[in-house]
């Protein structure tokens, strides 16, 4: 058995840890040089000043994250069984969640593999490793997966600007197989770019939404604006949305949305629509143009903490331009995926650009990320999905 290094919490350092939060930041760590010395990723043990056992941690000395839980245990030894074990867990839950293998196969610190996001595409697979700890544990992630269901492509896409916070390089890379990935939602079947699309390929955390709002699409017309490869709209479609406008700035993801359109016979009613899609809601409303139900999905507006106020006056912007483009008696799906944005705010934000577009709504439904996409009660920055079902008269 291999024992980690002991890391010791600076006194008053351990009030949030003794709360069940996953993280110390470097202040509440007593730092020594030869703490500063460890490489980053190194799993060690944690405890107070006091000498209460906090378990075992992956440590980055410097991270402002400088530590992040991984075992309750002390004496867990943080090898390739541990991550077998963890991932097989992980894999339990979601065949018990889901009746086929599309799906957020490891959500971070919820699944407890903090910075590890793992999205599973039937026998393909997508790595993130947000963390030096993950990084480093890569080959033993890798390994855990071929022993669990040994997957035909896995795909490290470790291009997220996380990354720079932990000291890692940015970079996508196939660590085993080659080919491509396809997903199945909504009776579809979906190209998924593991080297080339957005994050790990696919948006797993809006499936339910987009059931849900593909139900209010049958016989009238839908926009889904910032819609990737069309998750949105091609549901709609598929639910018998008379007709579906897709809108997306990347001509790569709306090809993507147009051959699953054309291999699911629906291709004739929907419309690809190349633009930068604030601009074009502008153009848009300026046109009177209207559609029965409107999707609103944009990227994250908040990068960081600092953001929040610029990112609030853009949801309230969003909201009024998509709002003025409901027909009445419409509905308005509007989401934030910014978790530097509070529930609250967001719905404060969003009432305020319906309310300039001069619109009256009920508020239908209030959703997050389904459920293969955990949040760690500790850790609300986890629940970082936000969406609002408006009907507007």
Not at 84 to 112: I, K, M, N, S, T
């Amino acid at each position: 058995m291999t024992e980690h290094p002991l890391i010791r919490l600076a006194p008053g350092g351990d009030r949030r840890v003794k709360m069940g939060h996953p993280w110390a930041f470097s202040n509440e760590i007593a730092m020594t040089p030869a703490l500063r010395a460890i490489p980053p990723g190194t799993p060690v043990r944690l405890e107070g000043d006091d000498g209460v056992k906090h378990g075992v941690w992956h440590f980055n000395p410097h991270s402002l994250i400088a530590a992040r839980r991984l075992d309750a245990d002390p004496a867990a030894t943080i090898d390739a069984a541990w991550y077998q074990r963890r991932l097989a867990a992980c894999l339990a839950l979601r065949e018990r969640l889901f009746d086929a293998p599309f799906y957020r196969l490891v959500h971070a610190e919820a699944d407890g593999l903090p910075g590890l996001v793992i999205d599973r595409y039937g026998d393909a697979v997508a790595i993130q490793a947000n963390t030096a700890g993950m990084d480093a544990a890569t080959p033993h992630i890798l390994a855990a997966l071929n022993a669990l269901f040994a997957p035909r492509l896995v795909v490290a896409r470790n291009d997220s600007a996380v990354r720079k916070l932990e000291g890692l390089a940015e970079s996508v890379t196939a660590l085993q197989g080659e080919g491509t990935a396809t997903v199945e939602e909504s009776g579809l079947s979906f190209p998924v770019d593991l080297l080339g699309g957005q994050k790990t390929g696919w948006f797993f955390d809006q499936r339910a939404n987009r059931a849900m709002v593909a139900r209010l699409c049958r016989g009238r017309s839908m926009l889904d604006a910032f819609c990737h490869t069309g998750g949105f709209g091609l549901a709609a479609a598929a639910a018998g949305a008379a007709k579906v406008t897709l809108l997306d700035r990347s001509e790569h993801a709306l090809d993507h949305a147009m051959q699953a359109a054309r291999l699911a016979g629906f291709a004739d009613r929907v419309t690809p629509l190349k633009a930068e899609a604030l601009e074009h809601l502008e153009k848009m409303a300026a046109s009177a143009r209207k559609f029965d139900v409107v999707v609103a999905d944009p990227p994250a507006f908040a990068k960081t903490r600092k953001d929040q106020p610029a990112a609030l006056r853009g949801y309230g912007k969003l909201a009024r331009l998509a709002a003025g483009l409901v027909a009445k008696d419409g509905i308005l799906f509007i989401a934030s995926c910014s978790h530097h944005v509070s529930p609250g705010d967001f719905t404060d934000a969003v009432g305020w650009g319906v309310h300039k577009a001069r619109r009256e709504a009920r508020l239908l439904a209030t959703v997050g990320a389904g459920p293969d996409h955990p949040v760690h009660p500790g850790l609300p920055e986890s629940a970082y999905l936000k969406g609002l079902l408006l009907h507007l008269t």
